[in-house]
Nanobody, 126 residues
């Protein structure tokens, strides 16, 4: 069973940084690829980043490439999202998700993920 809990959200000024964490209380964390998504009010949930089981490869949405970094620590059952140079348009609820059958073709689709956290709010002021 995978149970994901996000933390680290908050209010930050444009240009600032935040680090989100997502911890799994189960024992199977390393079996899953992990993704971060975000959802702003009135918008669909969108892909932000994903990382494969080993942590060797990461993928990013064009809108965050060069500013955000996804990483994972399988010993701590935790995935991270380091967010730098934040912009007001990054304001959203951020969700982590776990996918057991990861493929590059499907990693951007919310429906491909098996488990979700409850989300953490990130607000970037201008």
């Amino acid at each position: 069973q995978v149970q994901l809990v996000e933390s680290g959200g908050g209010l930050v000024q444009a240009g600032g940084s935040l680090r989100l964490s997502c911890a799994d209380s189960g024992r199977t964390f390393s079996r899953y690829a992990m993704g971060w998504f975000r959802q702003a009010p009135g918008k669909e949930r969108e892909f932000v980043a994903a990382i494969v089981r080993s942590g060797a490869t990461a993928y990013y949405a064009d809108s965050v490439k060069g500013r955000f970094t996804i990483s994972r620590d399988n010993a701590k059952n935790t995935v991270y999202l380091q967010m730098n140079s934040l912009k007001p348009e990054d304001t959203a609820v951020y969700y982590c998700a776990a996918e057991g059958t990861f493929t590059v073709a499907t990693m951007r689709r919310p429906g491909a993920y098996d488990y979700w956290g409850q989300g953490t709010q990130v607000t970037v002021s201008s």
